[in-house]
């Protein structure tokens, strides 16, 4: 038995011994992910107990370096991971942006002492963060940021606002954009600084979307003091951090693109029903559902080549909003898909009989995916500038 071999035998009987039956389940709503945190919204205390057991292994992050919390697996290793936690639907244990945003920028950016005190805890779930990028005035065009952070010794102090901060009024920390020296171009003088978010004068406002809900936040600094030690990178040359993570935070975002368990012809099937020969009888929809499923099957077998090559932790680049611009679309197309198989009962807004409205509020929700992380303009822009090299 080869060395990979024998390691997907052990991952695969751990896996059977310590996976809750629980955790085995279909995810319905994003109330089944465990996001961890000081206060961790629990829905199943087994949800807290897979983190921990996954954490304790080095399995939430598998292929971060092990001293600083992760499994320190190869490629190889962390495919195998992957397929046996597919093969008995496993649930992945921890959703967090400092896993997916925050994680790699510290890996390629921070020093000793910043990756030692944040990165494991992030693996153990034991802090959640958000993202402090866009402002009222700076969205796509985040350059012209104009939140502050004025010299203070050993410390800075931040005034200015954020907008859109993703799940901001449940996050224990933040990183954050700030500008640190107005006498050079915009791009220049900004400062990624990481602050705890239960600071004094740092408050959060939830933001309501027309899908009834929504993860975003206005977020406001006043006076708040942040440690230099914090500050990752050298002072004033935070650009280069925010744009290598904002490719992570693209293809964080593309995965929205990825196909479901349940296929949709299978829901088709089971809403509509099959004509004679067992197929679904509306043509036109039969057709577009197939056309779709082959795209999102393309899609996940790049998005997995692409992210097996870029395990080394070096990221997607100007790729990466190629799989924004895509997975973004393909989101939206299996939106409309559900209402058009749903019919009259997908227009439900409230009541179980409508499952509480999911489809519509859904459809109605991904249509924010092709504006946050930069909107799909914003990422033709840069495939023609970056990817294909375009002239101006």
């Known amino acids: 038995m080869s060395k990979l071999e024998q390691f997907r035998a052990e991952t695969r009987a751990w896996l059977e011994d310590n996976c809750p039956p629980t955790m085995r389940e279909p995810i319905r709503s994003f109330e089944d992910l465990y996001t961890g945190g000081r206060n961790p919204e629990i829905k199943h205390p087994d949800q807290q107990l ?26 190889e290793e962390c495919k195998v991971l992957r397929e046996e936690m597919e093969r008995i639907n ?71 606002q954020k907008v859109w901060t993703s799940y901001a009024d449940k996050a224990d920390w933040i990183f954050c954009l700030v500008r640190t020296d107005n006498s050079g171009s915009k ?5 990624f600084v990481l602050f705890d978010m239960a600071s004094p004068g740092v408050s959060t406002r939830p933001i309501r979307l027309i899908s009834g809900s929504s993860p975003f936040c206005e977020t406001f600094f006043d006076n708040v003091k942040a440690w230099k030690r914090n500050r990752v990178g050298e002072e004033g040359k935070g650009w ?9 935070e693209r293809e964080m975002i593309s995965g929205f693109g990825a196909a479901p368990k349940k296929s949709l012809g299978e829901a088709a099937l089971e809403t509509l029903g099959a004509d004679a020969s067992g197929r679904l009888g509306n043509g036109i929809l039969r057709h577009t559902i197939a056309q779709y499923q082959l795209d999102a099957l393309a899609f996940a077998a790049t998005m997995s080549r ?64 092709s504006i946050e992380g930069g909107t799909s303009e914003v990422q033709l822009n840069i495939i023609a500038k970056r990817v294909l090299g375009l002239p101006d």
């Open 50 to 75: 897979w983190c921990e057991r996954m954490a304790a292994r080095g399995w939430t992050v598998p292929h971060w370096p092990r001293e600083y919390g992760g499994g320190g697996l190869d490629k």
């Open 90 to 160: 496993a649930r992945r244990p921890l959703e967090s942006f400092g896993i997916s945003m925050l994680g790699p920028a510290l890996l390629q950016f921070g020093n000793e002492e910043q990756k030692l005190e944040h990165l494991p805890p992030i693996c153990r779930g034991e802090i959640r963060w958000c993202q402090g990028y866009s402002e009222p005035n700076a969205g796509s065009d985040l350059a012209s940021l104009q939140t502050r952070a004025e010299d203070h010794g050993d410390h800075y102090i931040i005034n200015g």
């Open 187 to 191: 791009h220049e003088g900004i400062s």
């Open 240 to 248: 280069a951090i925010a744009k290598y993570l904002l490719t992570h």
């Open 306 to 369: 692409v992210g097996d090559e870029a395990k080394a932790g070096q990221g997607l680049g100007a790729a990466s909003s190629i799989f924004k611009y895509y997975g973004t679309e393909l989101n939206k197309r299996r939106n409309e898909l559900n209402l058009a198989i749903g019919g009259e009962a997908a227009l439900g807004w409230d009541g179980e009989v409508y499952h509480g409205g999911a489809t519509s509020r859904d459809w109605l929700r991904s249509k924010g995916n």
